[in-house]
């Protein structure tokens, strides 16, 4: 199992750039959520869902959209990025609420982001 | 909402000695889970301990434990016989029982572990 993986590892953007973001979890997981992390800050949410087809909004949600096409991808856009978007951007899945272990959220390695 | 404060940006022990993060939070609901996450260097988030609201006991994991004060809000981590390894940022986390079961964070506590 890999877990969640995150790609790109680190990404170099110039203001106005667009690019997506890509989480994909192999447990079959039913939630799964987008965090930023700022330079000494916590994890603040972006967008999550908590099924195929389903997305909602989370704390900080403007500047960026989601999608999740398939169960097990969970896609972070930045239509036209700014410096403020700079940050680490974490991935995490959590299985449904119901299930063994339902408080648990495994999160990915992180995506550097830097937006010039 | 909720929110969690962690009022400690940063801490350091001796290694082998005992340490304790504070970690307060503030909710109106009743059923919840908290939990302490810790991040290493390397960036990846790794649960270290989790409790339940409705659960009096304190969780424990081996060298970690927690004090749990759910009138007080207060939910503190305490690393025993400190290890090198534990140097890391410690984030405390709030969770609770809806539609989405997001988590909310503290800042974060920096801790070194001194040899």
């Known amino acids: 199992n890999a877990g969640v993986t995150q790609t790109p590892k680190f990404r170099v953007l110039k203001t106005g750039q667009s690019m997506t973001l890509l989480c994909a979890q192999d447990?079959?997981?039913?939630?799964m959520y987008w965090y930023r992390q700022d330079p000494g800050m916590g994890l603040r949410l972006i967008h999550y869902?908590?099924?195929?087809?389903?997305?909602a909004k989370g704390e900080v949600p403007d500047g960026y959209n989601v999608s999740r096409l398939k169960k097990q991808n969970f896609l972070l856009g930045l239509e036209s990025a700014a410096p403020s978007q700079t940050s680490v951007y974490f991935c995490?899945?959590?299985?449904?609420?119901?299930?063994?272990?339902?408080?648990?959220?495994?999160f990915g390695p992180g995506t550097r982001l830097t937006v010039t | 909402a909720q929110t969690v404060t962690q009022s400690q940006p940063e801490m350091s022990v001796q290694e082998a000695e005992t340490v304790t993060l504070s970690c307060t939070y503030d909710?109106?609901?009743?059923?919840?889970?908290l939990f302490w996450y810790k991040q290493p260097p390397s960036r990846q988030m790794i649960l270290v301990i989790r409790?339940?609201?409705?659960?009096?006991q304190n969780a424990t994991e081996n060298r970690f434990s927690v004090n749990f004060q759910k009138a007080a809000k207060s939910f503190s981590l305490k690393i025993s016989d400190s290890q090198l390894g534990d140097t890391a940022m410690y984030f405390c986390?709030?969770?609770?029982?809806?539609?989405?079961?997001?988590?909310?964070f503290g800042g974060g506590t920096r801790l070194m572990v001194k040899p």
């Open positions: 869902s908590v099924g195929e087809g389903t997305t």
């Open positions: 447990m079959n997981h039913e939630y």
């Open positions: 409790q339940e609201a409705y659960k009096q």
């Open positions: 995490a899945s959590k299985i449904h609420p119901r299930g063994a272990r339902r408080d648990e959220q495994y």
């Open positions: 986390a709030f969770m609770k029982h809806d539609a989405g079961n997001m988590l909310t």
């Open positions: 909710t109106s609901e009743s059923n919840y889970y």
